[in-house]
């Protein structure tokens, strides 16, 4: 049978053709291997390069993205959790080599030298920090602590955990994998793994339990119901928040001060995604803890200018994401009716001091807003930005995210997590951690008739009002509040590192516990161990099998 030349010609011709697609299809397999836990997202992202811009150039921004995700040199960012454990034991054993061959010497300098350069290589930083007032003899024992964390592969796990995270998301945030939509304020990735780490956290404290003695007979606590009773828990944190808010509403009635809401972002180039959902032509890779650098920096300056003419405030501020996790701060703040148009003058050039001749500057930088009472009250108004970046409380649907509140919710926990981020933070005014303490200990006080009885009785109720009444008011100084809280050093090394340890002990009284000839009330007088629960303890603890 003889074959037909017009085939031949035709195969032959297209060799070439057939070799550059083998080639090119072996070159996107070979790095879609590589990082084959995030695979779907370079396979997307190639693919509308491809189309955009053909395969040559969509092949050089799959490599640009490749050698983003690259960790220590050849092994991807996104690898498992079990990966990050096998080299952070890797790493913590070649410090302690390093640190016992230097330290053999007696030579710290060289302990740090050498420790230093090797974390720095490993992508982390070494845990050193060497204050001016250090004496020689100080900034030795801080370089052996330092040494010890970095011989410890605990430490190390953690430090990868947040390097390669952040490392990845950064990089799905930059190709269009963090998106309202799709995958709001975090990618997939990053929300799974960080499910994960908390039902890992989560499991650990129900095999762990604080044990201390209380009239010579042991007493222990579960750890998982210590958190759920605090701040940790979301429900709680919320509540609290809003139990804040309200409290400085009402201080600020009382006081005839009037709400301010007002609103920062950052400029177009720190925003990896558009608001049509494409990726953005300005975007210059910063990341989120990058754009709160920005924010932070802003709000210092507009701060330090309310100072010095005379604007003086308190309330609060929120960090939320935008759809593709680029962060902006809300502020509600109460301020005297006088001081308003001041204050945004100064809010305003601040926020438009960078990139301010840019399209859209005028609408999207910054925004302010009057609360009218007979519209609506303070608090009311920043519920729902509580609420939808804790728990999703009454939040039906989350239009940022494109999601439901819930899901809205979870995902700006995740956010905050793992870029490290404050969502809220308090303006001015007293101490919450007097509160709290006071809400712990509130049935330890027996002070009829003092103000220290009436701030316990404050706490006990929730009245936040009141409390900051009692304190010295919203806009009191620190060394001019009635308690503060009270800390200790202990006087032998208390952790695994060899570091002494600033525990809280109780509060400070001031100006009444000097009438009074006391200067501290002991709140923490006991001394808990954290141990592992026994077996039977956990068993003991789970709820019976019910024959449904």
């Not at 959790?81 to 790493?91: F, G, H, L, M, T």
């Not at 609060?316 to 701060?329: I, K």
């Not at 001091?353 to 009218?372: L, Q, V």
Request: hydrophobic share 40%; glycine share 8%; proline share 4%.
């Amino acid at each position: 049978m003889t074959s037909n030349p017009l085939c031949l010609v035709s195969d032959h011709k297209n060799a070439p053709v057939n070799k550059a697609k083998q080639e090119n299809a072996e070159f996107v397999a070979g790095i879609l291997a590589k990082h084959f836990h995030v695979s779907q997202y370079l396979t997307a992202f190639h693919a509308r390069q491809a189309r955009s811009f053909g395969a040559v150039v969509a092949n050089k921004a799959l490599r640009r993205v490749s050698d983003s995700l690259v960790f220590d040199g050849y092994k991807s960012a996104a690898m498992d959790d079990e990966s990050i454990c096998n080299i952070a034991k890797v790493r913590a054993e070649l410090c302690e080599r390093i640190y016992h061959q230097s330290a053999g010497v007696g030579d710290t300098d060289a302990v740090r030298r050498r420790l230093e350069e090797f974390c720095e290589a490993g992508g982390v930083v070494f845990p050193l920090k060497i204050g001016k007032k250090d004496t020689p003899a100080a900034i030795s024992k801080k370089i052996v602590s330092a040494a010890l964390r970095v011989s410890d592969a605990k430490w190390w796990r953690r430090q990868l955990r947040t390097v390669t995270g952040r490392c990845v998301e950064s990089t799905l945030r930059e190709i269009g994998g963090v998106c309202a939509g799709r995958s709001a304020y975090v990618s997939n990735y990053t929300l799974e793994r960080w499910k994960k780490a908390s039902h890992r956290n989560a499991e650990t404290l129900k095999a762990m339990e604080a044990v201390t003695e209380i009239d010579g007979e042991s007493v222990s606590v579960p750890l998982d119901e210590c958190v759920a009773s605090s701040v940790s828990n979301p429900v709680n944190r919320r509540n609290e928040l809003m139990v804040r808010m309200r409290g400085y509403e009402e201080v600020a009635t009382g006081l005839g001060l009037t709400g301010v809401f007002l609103t920062l972002t950052c400029p177009s180039k720190y925003h990896a995604i558009t608001h049509g959902r494409g990726l953005n032509p300005k975007y210059e890779g910063a990341t989120p803890r990058e754009c709160m650098e920005y924010l932070n920096d802003v709000w210092a300056r507009i701060r330090a200018e309310w100072a010095r003419s005379g604007v003086r405030c308190f309330g609060f501020r929120v960090a939320e994401p935008h759809h593709d996790g680029t962060p902006h701060f809300h502020f509600m703040l109460f301020m005297p009716a006088d001081s308003i148009g001041r204050a945004l003058d100064v809010f305003g050039r601040y926020a438009m001091e960078e990139d301010g001749d840019e399209p859209g500057a005028d609408k999207y930088r910054w925004d302010s807003k009057i609360i009218d009472p007979e519209k609506g009250t303070a608090s009311g108004y920043i519920a729902k930005y509580v609420a939808k970046n804790i728990d999703g409380f009454a939040v039906d649907y989350d239009d940022e995210g494109d999601c439901h509140g819930a899901d809205g919710a979870i995902r700006a926990r995740a956010w905050a997590s793992v870029w490290g981020i404050r969502q809220f933070q308090q303006i001015g005014s007293v101490s919450v951690t007097v509160y709290r303490e006071l809400r712990r200990n509130c049935e330890l006080f027996e002070l009829p008739d003092s103000d220290v009885d009436d701030l316990r009785a404050a706490a006990d109720r929730g009245d936040w009002a009141r409390f900051v009444e009692l304190m010295g008011g919203p806009l009191v100084e620190r060394k001019g509040q009635t308690l503060r809280p009270l800390y200790q050093e202990a006087d032998q090394f208390d952790n695994a590192y060899c570091e002494p340890v600033k525990k809280m002990i109780g509060l400070w009284l001031q100006v009444v516990g000097r009438a009074m000839g006391r200067s501290a009330l002991i709140t923490r007088d006991r001394v808990w161990k954290i141990r592992r629960r026994e077996p039977e303890d956990q068993e003991a603890a789970k709820p019976p099998n019910l024959d449904l």
